[in-house]
């Protein structure tokens, strides 16, 4: 009967030790860091988003917010880094230095600030892992930190990954200006 809660707890505690030895390797290898704080359209902090970039160059996304609709959200990496309320339009259009087609799944490609759905629970607690190879934190053409830097956008609707210019994914209910770590 002692050994029960250990039992418990080893299973969630041997995840929690090698995610963090995942995050420590990419930390490692010379990875670059950002954060983003996520407001909502009253300005209330509703989550964050997290990035890192490892050494092949690609960058590895999280995403955690709460209070949200349940259901699929379109979330992307938005040109400017800057979160004017309640429409966050100030955030420009997508990430999207290459000139390429919205969407994941367009056959003409996807913009660089293009991610999956974001899916929030019924709760309202969304969580987002993604790993993108279109966009950077480092300097180059398709850098998220040039002249005018780049915020995360959460819509109120899912993307359908292949409709310019957003996926059909609605109104912006939520913004994050991505600053260096």
């Not at 259901?71 to 000139?99: D, E, K, Q, W, Y």
């Not at 759905?117 to 969304?126: A, Q, R």
């Not at 899912?158 to 260096?180: F, K, L, W």
């Amino acid at each position: 009967m002692d050994q029960l809660p250990v039992r418990r707890l080893f299973g969630p505690a041997v995840a929690m030790v090698l995610f963090g030895l995942t995050i420590g390797a990419v930390a490692a290898s010379g990875a670059t860091h950002a954060s983003a704080r996520i407001v909502d359209a009253a300005g209330d902090t509703i989550g964050w988003a997290r990035f890192v970039e490892d050494e092949a160059g690609r960058l590895h996304i999280s995403v955690q917010v709460e209070g949200l609709a349940s259901g699929r959200h379109g979330i992307h990496l938005h040109s400017v880094a800057s979160c004017v309320g309640p429409a966050f339009t100030s955030a420009g259009g997508h990430h999207n230095p290459l000139g390429m087609e919205h969407g994941l799944a367009n056959a003409a490609g996807a913009h660089a600030g293009d991610l999956p759905n974001l899916m929030v629970n019924v709760m309202g607690h969304g969580h987002l892992q993604a790993v993108s190879d279109r966009a950077t934190l480092s300097s180059g053409p398709v850098s998220l930190f040039d002249r005018d830097g780049s915020a995360v956008i959460i819509h109120a609707a899912m993307d359908d990954q292949v409709t310019n210019p957003t996926g059909n994914s609605g109104a912006r209910v939520a913004c994050g200006v991505i600053r260096p770590a």
